[in-house]
């Protein structure tokens, strides 16, 4: 209702202001039709005419009554012939004509014409025809100069009519105009805080979004935690359980036995201990790579060695080194984590591969395993914190080992990718910055 309303101004106004140019255009027109006609009237100028007209009446009186010459007297008679053709001309005929005033005028033309002393004109009948014209001349003089003063004053009256509408419709625009502006400017407030309003809205949506999923991954962090926690503590308590429950004191072979299994379960412990640690760092930028030239075989034979598993995992290097632009830590803590999935989620008797390789000026390190590789549901969601698959919930893991590879990747100027491989399995595919050694 309240936009329909706000056309509805709208529309009243720009209305009004079309209807205040109209009448300004009208306006305009119309004075400038009025000053054309005070133009011709000033060229017409009636009073001036008839003044000339009457000053020859009289000058060919007075030759008429003197010794004049005959041809002082025609000299006369012709310039008071062509006063009286003037007033034929188109304005002043116009002038005469509206005031009524132009028939008894050319009467007295035609009986001067008939007078005309160079064709044998009586001239005692010339001069009294003369006489007569000049005084008629004198009292229509008096009439032109009424009508005069009442046409112009009938032109200056419209005109200040006009000036007025043209006034008014100025003042009705400019008003117009302001209040249309102030609307204009009414809406375009509106607007903008409706349009913070929505932002400030999507900035508190996106902020609610954000912490329910940091409130969700505690939650699932803190399952997790409790799990991975909770069994290899089982393991220990277990283990020291069956230390002391014997009888008899227990074998060296025994302790050992135990102990290892004790150790097993700490360094499970420390290594989700550390990946959870090193996860905060990377979300809080507080992990800085140092990137030089490497050779990428080197750190993966590395990488494998430390996980004491060279019996399943074979390095398939090439015919030239494979160099990378990377941090070398950050790098085998990217293999050590690949290499560790590789070997938990495949069968015991599967091999592992790992080549180092070229593509492009990319310099890459696939490991490829034989297990039983991932559903598409898996792969789309394999990056997610805390992710694992409905399948190997029963085995140990953060689910924070792919995230913290891939973040590691990326830090270096490159990325890690997951795809299925042929046969079965799964490839996990980093790509770092390369440099071709010659």
Sequence with gaps: MNRLGAHWRYAGLGALIVVCLGLLVVAAANIIRIERQMQISATQNMTWIFGQTQIEALSLSSALSSDASSSEVLLRYDLLVSRLNLLRDGPQWRFLSEAGLADGLMGWRDGLLRLDPAYGGDPAALKAHVTALSTALRQKASQVMSREWQVQSERLDRLRKLHLLALVAIMGALISGAALAVLLVDRERRLMRARVDRLRAERLQRDLNRERAASEGYRRFADLIAHQVRTPLAVIDSAMHRLTRSGKPPTPEVIRAKADVSRQAVARLIRLTDTALLMARVDRGAVAPE???????????????????????????????????????????????????????????SEIDVRPLFSGDMAMCDVCDQGSGMTPEELACAFDNFARGARHRDL??????????????????????????EGGGLIARLSLPGKVVT
């Design 291 to 349: 990137l030089a030239c490497h050779d990428l075989d080197r750190i993966a034979a590395t990488a494998i060695e430390d996980l004491q598993a060279g019996r399943r995992v074979t390095l398939r290097s090439g015919n030239r080194p494979v160099t990378a632009i990377c941090d070398p830590v950050l790098t085998s803590e990217i293999l050590a984590n690949l290499l560790g999935n590789a070997l938990l989620y495949s069968p015991p008797d």
């Design 396 to 421: 140990p893991g953060s689910g924070l080992g792919l995230p913290l590879a891939r973040h590691l990747a990326r830090l270096q100027g490159g990325d890690l990718t997951l795809k299925p491989r």
